[in-house]
């Protein structure tokens, strides 16, 4: 390429160098043409003379022109070539020769390398922190979605179109949501609940959020409030789901509850009441006096007995009964409670057997609550087994338990009523439990000894066929 330049370059001023000879060769050529016209017309030596020193000064002042002119477009060519053509090429040799001997490169290689690094280090910084916010976003997704799995209170959330969102399991489970209900309307007409989205979403403060339903045999609540972006606007609603059955039940055993020691409370005040007052209004023979004071302690001790209950309950209750646990036989403390209550088996005629069996190694517990257990099971059975019943008490020993078992052929308990049992104040039979005495707290009274004792009461009966007790105490 530069051999290419060069010839251009010498081809170019050749031209140049050319034109300007023929220009001053043609000067004289027509000069001298012109003169010799003259002279032929003339005939004048001296005219002659002095037009060819005129032609001969006037080509001297061209050619200097001419070379003048020469050397300026030289000149000119040559500054261009050299600005445009032979600096680049040479910056161009010696970037070539800097690269050939590595050094430009290494300076190349040292700055690129210190700007990879920088760049390396920022990005490896960022990609960092980006994993770090992934982290946490996936974690903390992670963990809402754990939680909103194992909720046992339901969560649906719906758009602003009504659509669903979100739903746990629990809240399809609890609602019984079928596939095709996907949307607020749906889903709401279906438990006939009478609210409208859009009061939810814009007039929350002035709208009730919550609301009860009954599905079969369960009680729900259901509590409304709007979702909102991070500008504060509306963006859906959510709804809690929760199953406040176990909440109603306590609360209906609270009503019978109270409802219940009322009326206990009632019945024997009432007694007292009219037979004291029937004695002061007249004077009575002295075997009346008694009767009526004999119901009238009766009832007093009916009284007291349901407030001892009601006391121990109480106390179970608030964690203030004082449980002081020892080791003792249990073979000998059922049979000083068969002693205990044997004028009661004798007045029934009843037939009582009690079996203990050998190695029942001795437990540990509180012997004044495990007696008073025992004493409650045996006045039951006495109770509520017909005159000349049959009762067997067996003592003995499983895996790490002692256990007793109190079996009687008396009146026994219906099926549907065993598993409401241990509830307080709660009778088979109200007008037959009130007659013998009883308040409907033994049992209940019995089971918190027990629990709190380790063990465990259970109970199997057959309506008119009898009753089986089985308590169990962990041994020492």
Known sequence: MVKNVQFK??????????????????????????????IASTNDIQMLQSDLLTIKNNGMMLSIYAVFAFIIIAVSIAIYVVTKITMPINR?????????????????????????DEIAGAIDLMTNELRENLNEVSRQKNQIETILLHMTDGIIAFNMEGKIILVNPSATRLLRIMPEEDSFEKIFEKLNVEINMEKIIYLDNWTSSEERVTLGDKHINLFFAPLKDENERPNGVMVVIQDITEHVKLDNMRKEFVADVSHELKTPITSIMGYADTLLEGEYDKQTQDKFLNVIASEARRMAKLVTD??????????????????FDLGELVKKCQEKVQPQINQKKHQVECFVTANVPPVYADKDGIERVVLNILTNSIKYTKEGGHIKIYVGFVYNDAYIKVIDNGMGIPEADLSRIF???????????????????GLSIAKEILDRNNGSIDMKSEYGHGTEVVIRIPTK
Do not use: P
């Open 92 to 116: 161009l040799i010696d970037s070539a020769k800097k690269v050939a001997t590595g050094e430009e490169t290494k300076k190349q290689d040292k700055k690129a390398a210190k700007e990879i």
């Open 310 to 327: 009601l006391l121990a309950l109480s106390r179970f209750d608030n964690n203030q009964v004082k449980q002081e646990k020892e080791e």
């Open 9 to 38: 370059i010498i081809l170019i001023l050749t031209i140049i160098a050319a034109i300007l000879i023929a220009g001053v060769g043609s000067y004289f050529l027509i000069s001298l043409q012109t003169t010799y016209i003259n």
């Open 423 to 441: 509830e307080r104040f709660y009778r088979v039979d109200k007008a037959r439990t009130r007659e013998m005495g009883g308040t409907g707290l």
